[in-house]
């Protein structure tokens, strides 16, 4: 395949809001065919969809639970039939749970696992035969420094263990892929700005909460999604196939890890 963007297609999960909107929006500007997958969000994702349309790219909302193999199968299908080959991939739907080892519930963790470490699982099993067929693909996870161990957030134990499990599985599906052309990698953001970590909180509530973040950062803020977005399209660009099996962390120089691995 050419070194260009040229015939680029890529599925975005969670592409309806947040970091996998803005990495949306990204790749829309390269000429890419987007599958803005959602799951809870049809109107937000038709909307962006409609979005990059109008603005002469293309694009389609695809709905999925992304815990759920075959509703993921069905995804692709379509987004094949109407886009065309899949060549990047985008893991960016996930979600958080808040519990100590008192309060954990195996419920509660079952549902973080399908839907954070299950459904990378699925997505990538799900595209991998027509990316190997073309020898070319992208694959970009999108992780969290809690998989490192930060201490920011009280009771993130078990989301922080999923995202260990991101990192551990980008590195081992890029060993499997690689002979086949196909580079995985992960971003690792820290505290971002979205309406998933603003959630209900007020300005002042917010203000006050990014600031503790933002002190133990060297550069002295939170990131916003398009410093997400950026690194995730810099890892899914035609001109990254040599870099591989790699965990990049954006978090503006976080320095309140217990350990600083990576």
């Known amino acids: 395949m050419t070194e260009n ?31 803005i997958n959602y799951s809870a969000s049809p109107d937000k994702a038709e909307t962006l969809a409609a979005e990059i349309r109008a603005a002469g790219g293309k694009a389609i909302a695809v709905g999925a639970d992304v815990a759920n193999a075959a509703a993921v199968e069905a995804m692709v299908a379509r987004a094949e039939a109407e886009l065309g080959p899949i060549t990047i991939l985008v893991n960016n739907a996930g979600i958080s749970w808040a519990a100590t080892l008192e309060t954990w ?15 990378v699982i699925h997505t990538i099993r799900a595209v991998m035969a027509s990316m190997k067929a073309r020898r070319y693909g992208r694959i970009v996870n999108v992780s969290s420094v809690a998989g490192f161990g930060t201490t920011g957030f009280a009771g993130n134990h078990f989301y922080a263990a999923t995202k260990a499990e991101v990192n551990i599985l980008t590195r081992r599906f890029a060993l499997e892929l690689g ?36 002190r133990v950062a060297i550069m002295g803020r939170v990131g916003e999604t398009s410093d997400i977005a950026r690194a995730i399209v810099f890892l899914a660009a035609p001109d990254a196939g040599f870099i591989t099996a790699q965990v990049l962390t954006v978090d503006g120089g976080r320095m309140d890890f217990i350990g600083h691995g990576g």
């Open 179 to 214: 002979q086949h052309g196909i580079t995985v990698n992960a971003v690792a953001p820290g505290l971002t700005r979205s309406d998933m970590t603003e959630g209900t909180k007020s300005a002042a509530e917010w203000e006050a909460f990014s600031a503790a973040f933002a």
């Open 105 to 119: 519930e195996p419920e509660g963790f079952a549902r973080l696992r399908a839907v954070n470490t299950d459904g």
């Open 5 to 35: 963007w040229t015939n680029q297609v890529a599925l975005v999960t969670g592409g309806s809001r947040g970091i996998g909107r803005a990495t949306v929006q990204q790749l829309a500007r390269h000429g890419v065919a987007l599958a």
